[in-house]
């Protein structure tokens, strides 16, 4: 990948000159409206303009999901995730709270020069602003961006990703065996009380079907604004055990009976905790779907504390330390605490010491910091 600069900002402060070696830069990146794949490079570009002492990236809370890249670009590089839920569909929030953080920063924080990372026009008025306070501002984007962005800048960077190259047809895929999503158990067939074939976990007792095996008791209709729901994606839930995307947590309404369950826009296969599939009985065979607000702050919560805990943001010694500032710090009620470390557990974010309580932080790849 090859990065362009654009702008009279070379003929003024060369790359080698020492003032700009010196300038605390901060580095804002809009994950949503960047492939991650360009992350490194910009970071080599960005270490010629100064030092990065601020690393951080803006995204929906599904776009840190460890299937699309994000997570091993957050560890390689120090950027700190700052997920965000937005509470109306196709709202830009993470625009939002980048913009905020870039002026607490401008006014209060240390840094000489902002970067900001995105292709997106909505950054034009933040760069101009930054510009007039008498700050550098440099840009970094790729061929679509709007020149009312690139104007706005002391410097724009060009993004120029290799085209890539044609793959070999896949070689074809063998099952594996799949673990759960929620505590990591071991999957195996099964029956549910109503007879359906289904997976199931032996650990915790969830467990997946597909949605087809619902339109014995469920009208058509109903099914179809189920999947239609999934495959918007408006609240991230589980990654799917038959396929490993990002399931949709959906709250789904029959008569007065309401139930989480997560959905699979993908593949259309479910996921039901313990009971739930039963707790379901139809009324009048309807269904109605809606995002889940519930279970979702739960996941939420883990996202923003694996972010933490790796980044060293959150430091705890121990299970009664870490309880301590999830209460105080992070203000999660405590009915949530105990589910919400179980999580963290199950998705080996962090290790306990059964007998002295100490905790330590594991990886990305399962291995111990």
């Known amino acids: 990948m090859r990065i362009i600069g654009f702008g009279k900002t070379e003929e003024k402060a060369p790359v080698n000159d020492e003032n700009t070696q010196s300038q605390a ?17 910009i970071f080599k570009t960005v270490r010629g303009l100064g030092e990065p002492i601020v690393r951080r990236a803006y995204g929906m809370v599904s776009c840190f999901s ?4 994000w997570a091993a670009v957050l560890r390689e590089n120090g950027i700190v995730a700052c997920p965000q839920v937005s509470n109306v569909t196709h709202k ?37 602003k930054i510009r007039e306070e008498g700050k550098t501002v440099y840009g970094f984007g790729d061929s ?41 158990g071991e999957l195996s067939e099964g029956k549910t009380k109503s007879n359906q074939t289904c997976r199931m976990c032996k650990a915790c007792g969830g467990m997946t079907i597909k949605l087809s095996s619902l339109k014995t008791v469920f009208a058509e209709e109903g099914l179809k604004a189920l999947l239609e729901k999934a495959k918007q994606h408006e609240q991230a839930g589980c990654i799917c055990p038959d396929c490993g995307s990002s399931m949709s947590l959906l709250k789904v309404s029959t008569g007065k009976r309401h139930i989480e369950i ?15 599939l039963e707790a379901l009985v ?10 889940s607000a519930g279970k979702a702050y739960r996941r939420d919560m883990v996202l923003t504390l694996t972010a933490d805990l790796r980044s060293g943001r959150l430091k705890a010694i121990n299970i009664e330390a870490l309880n301590v500032l999830m209460k105080n710090t992070y203000h999660i009620p405590t009915p949530d605490i105990s589910p919400i470390i179980g999580s963290l557990q199950a998705l080996k974010v962090i290790k306990v010491e059964k007998k002295s309580g100490y905790l330590e932080v594991c990886n990305a790849t399962n291995g111990l910091k």
């Open 25 to 41: 830069l901060a580095v804002l990146i809009d994950a949503d409206n960047i492939s991650p794949a360009s992350v490194a490079d």
């Open 66 to 69: 460890s299937t699309d890249g």
């Open 92 to 128: 830009n929030a993470a625009d939002i709270a980048l913009v905020i953080d870039a002026m607490a920063l401008l006014y209060k924080g240390p840094c000489k020069g902002f970067c900001i990372v995105s292709s997106d026009s909505d950054f034009t008025g933040l760069a101009a």
């Open 144 to 184: 679509k961006a709007p020149a009312s962005f690139r104007s706005a800048c002391t410097k724009f960077f060009e993004i120029q990703l290799p085209k890539k190259p044609v793959a070999p047809p896949p070689a074809p895929k063998t099952k594996k065996p799949t673990a759960c999503p929620r505590c990591g």
């Open 262 to 276: 997560d959905v699979c826009g993908n593949c259309q296969a479910l996921w039901y905790d313990k009971d739930e």
């Open 282 to 291: 139809p009324t009048d065979g309807l269904l109605q779907p809606t995002v």
